[in-house]
C-alpha cells in the first residue's frame, strides 16, 4: 500500500505545484544565511522528488523523512534528528547548534507542538490552519509575504 500511495503521489505532484506560494523565493534567500533541513512526514523519495523539481536538492543540509524516525509530530525526535545531523555533517564541534538557536517553520498543530517538544522557537504558516488555532507558535503568518524575517531574527540575539 505504501508503494502503491507513493507511486500515487508521484504522478500527481508532477501535474502540479507542490510548493506554497512564495516557498521557493523564500528558501533560496535563506540558503545562503543558514543551514536548512527538512522534517516531514512524508516519505524521503516524495520529499526529494518535490527538492528535485524545485531544483533545491543541494540547499538542505539535512532531511528526516517518514522512515527516518520511530515517533512523528508531535513527538520531537524527526527535529531533533535534523539538528544532531546538521551538527554532524556541517558543524564544527565548537560551534555546535541548539535547538534553542533554531526556527522551525510549520503549519500544523502537531508540527508546533513537535518544535516546541524540541526547544526550538516555530513560526506558523496558515495554510493548512486558520491563524487563530496556530497561536501556540511564536509567530504566525498567513504566507510567506507576511513574514517579518529580520524581526525573528532579531529575537534570537
Same mark, same amino acid.
Given at each position: 500500500?505504501? @508503494?502503491?500511495?507513493?507511486? +500515487?503521489?508521484? %504522478?500527481? @505532484? /508532477?501535474?502540479?505545484?507542490?510548493?506554497? #506560494?512564495?516557498?521557493?523565493?523564500?528558501?533560496?534567500?535563506? +540558503? =545562503?544565511?543558514?543551514?536548512?533541513?527538512?522534517?516531514?512526514?512524508?516519505?524521503? /523519495? %516524495?520529499?526529494?522528488?518535490?527538492?528535485?523539481?524545485?531544483?533545491? $536538492?543541494? $540547499?538542505?543540509?539535512?532531511? &528526516?523523512?517518514?522512515?527516518?524516525?520511530?515517533?512523528?509530530?508531535?513527538?520531537? %525526535?524527526?527535529?531533533?534528528?535534523?539538528?544532531?545531523? &546538521? =551538527?554532524?555533517?556541517?558543524?564544527?564541534?565548537?560551534?555546535?547548534?541548539? #535547538?534553542? %538557536?533554531?526556527?522551525?517553520?510549520? *503549519?500544523?498543530?502537531?508540527?508546533?507542538? +513537535?518544535?516546541?517538544?524540541?526547544?526550538?522557537?516555530?513560526?506558523?504558516?496558515? $495554510? +493548512?490552519?486558520?491563524?487563530?488555532?496556530?497561536?501556540?507558535? *511564536?509567530? &504566525?503568518? =498567513?504566507?510567506?509575504?507576511?513574514?517579518?524575517?529580520?524581526?525573528?531574527?532579531?529575537?534570537?540575539?
Amino acid at each position: 500500500l505504501i @508503494a502503491e500511495k507513493a507511486k +500515487s503521489y508521484s %504522478e500527481e @505532484a /508532477q501535474k502540479q505545484d507542490l510548493f506554497i #506560494p512564495g516557498a521557493l523565493d523564500f528558501i533560496r534567500n535563506l +540558503s =545562503n544565511k543558514f543551514f536548512l533541513a527538512v522534517v516531514s512526514g512524508a516519505l524521503r /523519495q %516524495e520529499i526529494e522528488a518535490w527538492l528535485e523539481r524545485a531544483k533545491l $536538492t543541494k $540547499t538542505f543540509q539535512g532531511i &528526516v523523512a517518514a522512515e527516518d524516525v520511530k515517533r512523528g509530530k508531535p513527538d520531537p %525526535e524527526g527535529y531533533l534528528k535534523a539538528l544532531d545531523d &546538521v =551538527n554532524r555533517d556541517y558543524v564544527s564541534s565548537s560551534e555546535i547548534i541548539l #535547538p534553542q %538557536e533554531c526556527l522551525v517553520i510549520e *503549519d500544523s498543530i502537531w508540527g508546533i507542538e +513537535s518544535a516546541k517538544s524540541a526547544g526550538m522557537k516555530c513560526l506558523a504558516l496558515a $495554510t +493548512s490552519y486558520k491563524a487563530h488555532e496556530l497561536q501556540i507558535a *511564536d509567530w &504566525v503568518a =498567513n504566507s510567506y509575504a507576511e513574514i517579518n524575517l529580520s524581526s525573528i531574527i532579531e529575537s534570537f540575539r
